[in-house]
């Protein structure tokens, strides 16, 4: 292998580990407003902004965008095998998970989405960043985390 191949994997490499090891939260800046008729969301989860509809699929696409694969286990997400965090299998069913963010949240859609709003608020250490996301990528994110049962 050549040296530029392994410039390219380390500078990724250094990537992913400061996405995963953020200490300080990062205030999250929504961006829209309110509902979209159209949206495909859980029970008690606003709506979409900026980027169209929120829906799993526009969730599952975010999951892969966001650097969420680096962390953890996602079924039938390509590339989504990081072990950092915990697999997200199941997480969609509360009877199966009845808890998130490491017990401290009942596994609702709003609790799921304040959750990914800005982890190190609820969980202050924890390696999971805030991403600064937007109101629409949250409800999408909650929207594809729910069918995951």
Known sequence: MNSRFFAIAGTAVALLSAACTQNAP???TPVGGGP???ATLPAGVG???GGGPATPERGKALVTEKGCVACHIIKDV????????PALDGVGDPA????IADNRMDNTPANMRR???NPPAIKP???MP?????AGELDSLVAFLSTLK
């Open 26 to 28: 990062v205030p999250a």
């Open 36 to 38: 979209v008729a159209n």
């Open 47 to 49: 709506g979409a902004t």
């Open 78 to 85: 390509p590339g989504a095998v990081g072990t950092i965090g």
């Open 96 to 99: 199966k998970r009845a808890k």
């Open 115 to 117: 959750w990914l709003q």
């Open 125 to 127: 250490g924890t390696q």
């Open 130 to 134: 805030n991403l600064g996301l937007a």
